[in-house]
T-cell receptor
Framework: AQKITQTQPGMFVQEKEAVTLDCTYD???????LFWYKQPSSGEMIFLIY??????QNATEGRYSLNFQKARKSANLVISASQLGDSAMYFC?????????FGAGTRLTVKP | NAGVTQTPKFRILKIGQSMTLQCTQD?????MYWYRQDPGMGLKLIYY???????DKGEVPNGYNVSRSTTEDFPLRLELAAPSQTSVYFC????????????FGPGTRLLVL
């Protein structure tokens, strides 16, 4: 069975600094995809970044990068130059054969 | 291009009542998903569909049913509402051959009393 683990219930970061949100996963599927989503207090789910299991390079999208370490089964999200608007819940997710599993989330608070 | 739309936004049900949560996407996506999010938790997959006429169970399918008669629509049916089904329900869609971005609807907040 697939499993996604986010071990940090809450994180604080100073504005303009970088922060890493941890995500580990477990799957027996040879091909899988890893996602990060942001959920602000308004409740919508916002796609941030995607990494395929066969992708050779780490994914980047603007200030977001995904630190993919396949052997360690980790897919950490790095946010550079944090902004106050980055304060939100962040969810890691994995797609296996067809279904999707989400982690419990990390609440990020950016301090001015 | 409206993306993924969900109706209603909010609903209160009595125990034992039935209802259908509507989900429509106008992006010609083949994959569609239903999730529930309990307070302070991540999303759990209820059902998903890889195309019209094809549906499959996710992690928490009990108490729900789905159908996919068209590419655009993926309704979720609650037959006998229970307090444990109080949650926020999200519908999502994606077209895998064109990238992995999964588009979410705004959610339906359901309260079962």
């Amino acid at each position: 069975a697939q499993k996604i683990t986010q071990t940090q219930p809450g994180m604080f970061v100073q504005e303009k600094e970088a922060v890493t949100l941890d995500c580990t996963y477990d799957t027996s599927d040879p091909s899988y995809g890893l996602f990060w989503y942001k959920q602000p207090s308004s409740g919508e789910m916002i796609f941030l970044i995607y990494q395929g299991s066969y992708d050779q390079q780490n994914a980047t999208e603007g200030r977001y990068s995904l630190n993919f370490q396949k052997a360690r089964k980790s897919a950490n999200l790095v946010i550079s130059a944090s902004q106050l608007g980055d304060s939100a819940m962040y969810f890691c997710a994995m797609r296996g054969s067809d279904d999707m599993r989400f982690g419990a989330g990390t609440r990020l608070t950016v301090k001015p | 291009n409206a993306g993924v739309t969900q109706t209603p936004k909010f609903r209160i049900l009595k125990i034992g009542q039935s209802m259908t949560l509507q989900c429509t996407q106008d992006m010609n996506h083949n994959y569609m998903y239903w999730y529930r999010q309990d307070p302070g938790m991540g999303l759990k997959l209820i059902y998903y569909s890889v195309g019209a006429g094809i549906t499959d169970k996710g992690e928490v399918p009990n108490g729900y049913n789905v159908s996919r008669s068209t590419t655009e629509d993926f309704p979720l049916r609650l037959e006998l509402a229970a307090p444990s089904q109080t949650s926020v329900y999200f519908c999502a869609s994606t077209y895998w051959e064109q990238g992995e971005t999964q588009y979410f609807g705004p959610g339906t907040r359901l309260l079962v009393l």
